[in-house]
């Protein structure tokens, strides 16, 4: 586990390697968090759940930094508001990265020594937590980076395949079907409560839809007919004035859209990316079809190839029968979000290797487009 966790430590500063020192701090957004602060939060997760727990020769780096950098963990006391997560020009980046080789070393030792299961079971959170923080990076770089004038570069990577196969729709008969995590290797409380559902029969796409396929829905005047959106989702794209996806630019009549590699065209073989659960039920509504519920989604996700981009699922997140949170910090982790956010399932090109599988629960509220997300059509 030792070489495992170094791994994931320092696939995090990876990451940062094409930071300038300057884009450490900036919080473009108050949903988006500052790349110093993922950098010491995820490294706080170590030290408050693991080290201080398990370790009692261990003293924390420094007293501040569970308030600086905790996120919403009431149990663990008071913290810094996260709209001015930006504001925060101290501890530096060079104290931050001080940071972690300190909390590092500690684990490591920690590692080091025979733990008993409840130990580990925490370090695996604690692993597949930092992951997570990879994805929610590479988010808020780009978020960072795309609303700057310039639209400067980040790197190469992140960008999901075009679509070069016919569009199918995959039939699924109608059945009771299990649903959710089983087996022993490792998963997230909301996984977990596996259950039956009954589905009538459906068929999904083989495809996700493309920037090609979006691009029809919007000239079509798919942004400026009401019949096609929810009643709040009407409201969400007037009172913001939203008139495309995400990144999308209309320049001297063609669209262009913010990548990590700067601003290009758009390429009308990708999938469609960065649209709310609005903007993706609306152009569903408009062909015809619809978003499948996350349990079709789990049923059909063996026949189609999946993990390009989070698809977002026609199902509130809600918890599965016999769902139990633990006690303490740690049964925040994602019980208390169960209201007013939407599933997506699948995975993304920026979700960590190894980290996804079908039964793995995203969510978001639907007014989110930020993170790495796709549509896939059920008729």
């Known amino acids: 586990m030792i070489n495992r966790f170094l791994e994931v430590r320092n696939q995090s500063e990876i990451l940062c390697e094409p930071l300038l020192i300057e884009d450490y701090s900036v919080q473009a957004s108050e949903f988006v968090s500052p790349p110093k602060w993922h950098l010491a939060h995820v490294t706080w997760f170590w030290e408050e759940f693991v080290l201080t727990k398990f370790d009692p020769n261990y003293t924390p780096y420094n007293e501040e930094f569970s308030f600086l950098f905790n996120s919403y963990y009431n149990n663990v006391g008071k913290r810094v508001l996260r709209p001015v ?80 196969q016919a569009t199918e729709f995959l039939k699924v008969d109608s059945g009771v079907y299990d649903i959710g995590h089983q087996g022993a290797d490792f998963s997230f409380d909301n996984e977990l409560g596996n259950h039956k559902v009954y589905v009538t029969d459906f068929e999904i796409s083989n495809n996700l839809v493309s920037n090609k396929e979006y691009l029809e829905f919007i000239e079509a005047g798919g942004y400026k007919d009401f019949n096609f959106w929810h009643d709040e989702g009407w409201s969400w794209i007037n009172e913001n004035k939203i008139q495309a996806p995400l990144y999308w630019h209309k320049i001297e009549g063609e669209w262009w859209n913010y990548t990590l590699q700067g601003l290009q065209k758009v390429d009308l073989t990708l999938p469609v990316m960065h649209l709310s ?46 769902f139990s949170k633990s006690p303490g910090a740690l049964g925040e982790y994602n019980g208390k979000f169960m209201v007013n956010q939407m599933v997506l399932r699948g995975g993304s090109v920026a979700t960590a290797a190894g980290h996804s599988r079908k039964t793995y629960r995203n969510f978001f509220h639907p007014n989110m487009r930020w993170q790495y997300n796709g549509i896939r059509l059920v008729k």
Do not use: C
């Open 85 to 164: 997560r930006g504001l925060m020009t101290r501890p530096s980046v060079q104290e931050v990265y001080s940071y972690r080789r300190f909390v590092t070393e500690a684990i490591v030792n920690l590692l080091s020594t025979k733990l008993d299961k409840e130990v580990l079971d925490i370090i695996e959170i604690g692993i597949n937590h930092e992951q997570q923080h990879q994805e929610l990076f590479v988010y808020d770089i780009k978020y960072i980076l795309g609303n700057q004038p310039t639209f400067p570069t980040y790197g190469t990577g992140f960008t999901p395949k075009a679509i070069n």
């Open 277 to 322: 659960f609005y903007e993706a039920f609306a152009y569903s509504q408009w062909k015809g079809q619809r978003l499948p519920t996350e349990f079709e989604w789990e049923i059909a996700s063996d026949k189609f190839d999946w993990g390009q981009l989070w698809e977002w699922t026609y199902s509130a997140y809600l918890p599965y029968p016999n």
